[in-house]
């Protein structure tokens, strides 16, 4: 079972950055893809990102393209989502996801994930 804990949410005003990181330990880190999602209050779990096993291929939810990259180390069991151009409705709970897993089972092209950290909050202000 992997274990996973996001870090580096916070408030920031339009147009600032931030950069997200996510700790995964428990099982071969290397060997899954990974991703992130987001839930503002009220309203239903999106994709945001992944990223595969080997950081060779990414894919993107179209409304972050071009401003939100994932990359990830495997030396260090982390993945990162450094965010910019941050616009007010960004303004959710980011969670870091897992291949494999039998937990909120979501499918994004073709990947399974099955895996969640506990999230971190981001606010961006007008």
């Known amino acids: ?8 949410g916070g408030l920031v005003q339009a147009g600032g950055s931030l ?20 839930q503002a209050p009220g309203k239903e779990r999106e994709f945001v990102a992944t990223i ?4 060779g291929t990414t ?5 972050v393209k071009g401003r939100f990259t994932i990359s990830r180390d495997n030396a260090k069991n982390t993945v990162y989502l ?3 151009s941050l616009k007010p409705e960004d303004t959710a709970v980011y969670y870091c996801a897992a291949q494999g897993g039998r937990s909120g089972i979501t499918v994004v092209a073709g990947t399974v994930f099955g895996s969640w950290g506990q999230g ?3 606010t961006v202000s007008s």
Do not use: I, K
């Open 19 to 38: 950069r997200l990181s996510c700790a995964a330990s428990g099982r071969t880190f290397s060997s899954y893809a990974m991703g992130w999602f987001r």
């Open 1 to 8: 079972q992997v274990q996973l804990v996001e870090s580096g």
């Open 120 to 122: 971190t909050q981001v």
């Open 59 to 63: 894919y993107y939810a179209d409304f």
């Open 82 to 84: 450094q965010m910019n």
């Open 52 to 55: 595969s096993w080997s950081g």
